[in-house]
């Protein structure tokens, strides 16, 4: 089995229909947030397009302390979110193409303030951090509808490319 190409096909998968999604991103709306609770939608697109960027630190390095990262430039508008989407799938797909199917076997942990909150092996991170994408983008899918736009189709159809 090639789980590494399994990895990529899954990658560009969750890419493609990511794009459809940041295509309807409306502009002027960055501040959204259908609760008081719920992320700010600029945020949660920052978000899912970062996540994109994640193998190539998940495959160079044994964990990562969320107390010290900088998850992102500050985007804020369309077109800036599709160039780091484009950006970090570019740079997953890239390390995903070098990788060795061993380099997949080594523990990796996500840590905060040094205390362990969870590991996986790096294959296990790389396939929670696409779990996570689709997690978000179907977050995204209920901002979209609350405000009125379109949702698009991840895994079939949505409501919104069919008549009932």
Excluded at 20 to 44: C, Q, R, T, V, W
Excluded at 51 to 74: N, R, Y
Excluded at 122 to 129: D, E, N, S
């Amino acid at each position: 089995m090639d789980t590494l190409q399994q990895l990529r096909d899954e990658l560009t998968y969750e890419y493609e229909v990511t794009k459809k999604f940041f295509a309807k991103y409306p502009e002027g709306k960055n501040d959204y947030a259908p609760h008081e609770k719920s992320m700010k939608m600029i945020n949660l697109v920052s978000h899912i397009a970062t996540i994109f960027g994640w193998s190539p630190a998940i495959l160079s390095t044994s964990d990562l302390d969320i107390s010290q990262a900088d998850e992102t430039e500050k985007i804020e508008n369309k077109a800036q979110l599709v160039a780091v989407l484009d950006q970090q799938y570019k740079a997953s797909l890239s390390a995903l193409e070098q990788a060795a199917e061993s380099d997949l076997e080594p523990k990796w942990a996500l840590t905060m303030d040094g205390q362990k909150l969870m590991e996986w092996t790096k294959y296990g991170a790389i396939r929670h951090g696409l779990n996570q994408i689709a997690h978000h983008r179907a977050q995204l899918g209920v901002y979209y509808r609350l405000l009125d736009i379109p949702v698009p189709a991840s895994y079939g159809p949505s409501a919104d490319d069919q008549s009932f």
